[in-house]
Structure formats: C-alpha cells, structure tokens
C-alpha cells in the first residue's frame, strides 16, 4: 500500500504545480484574483463600518431602555416616599 500511496503523493505534485503555473501565469486569472481581492477588501471594510455602525445604536438603545425602563418605577417609588412621610404614623414602605 505504500507504493501506492507515494504514487498518489507525485502525481498530486505534478498536478499541482502545472495548475499553479498556469494560473500565476494566466493574465485572465491575474485580473481575476485582483478584481476578486479588491472585492472582498471592500466589502470587509463596508462590513466593519457596519458592524461599528449597529454596535454603536445597540449600545445607544440600551442605554435609552435603560433609563426609560426604570423611570416609571423610580417615579413610583419617590411618589411613595413622599406619600408616608406625610403620614407620620405610617411606616415607609417601598
């Protein structure tokens, strides 16, 4: 089996270099891969600017619920105070 195996390996070799030969030597191929690069540079660029973009309206929206979810409890709450310390009787209770 390790004949074969070695066979495999050579013949994978040669197959392979004549591929890579023939396409760094390709003009077509060439103005593929930089069209293709550029491309794929761009649109990474486009989806970091992106990501950035929704991060920050993530950050600016929890900071926005934040606020308003406890608004109306914390209102409640300094409403209640104020209620019982007017009772002096009365435990404050929250």
Not at 4 to 24: H, I, P, Q, T, W
Not at 37 to 61: D, I, Y
Not at 65 to 77: G, H, K, M, N, Y
């Amino acid at each position: 089996m390790a004949g074969g195996n070695l066979f495999g390996r050579a013949l994978s070799y040669v197959v392979n270099e004549f591929l890579v030969e023939g396409l760094a030597n390709n003009r077509a191929f060439q103005r593929f891969a930089v069209k293709t690069n550029r491309t794929l540079e761009s649109l990474s660029s486009k989806a970091k600017q992106v990501s950035e973009e929704l991060s920050e309206q993530l950050k600016e929206a929890r900071g926005q619920d934040d606020r308003s979810l406890f608004a109306a409890p914390l209102q409640a709450v300094k409403q209640r105070i104020l209620v019982h310390q007017d009772d002096a009787d009365s435990p404050i209770l929250l």
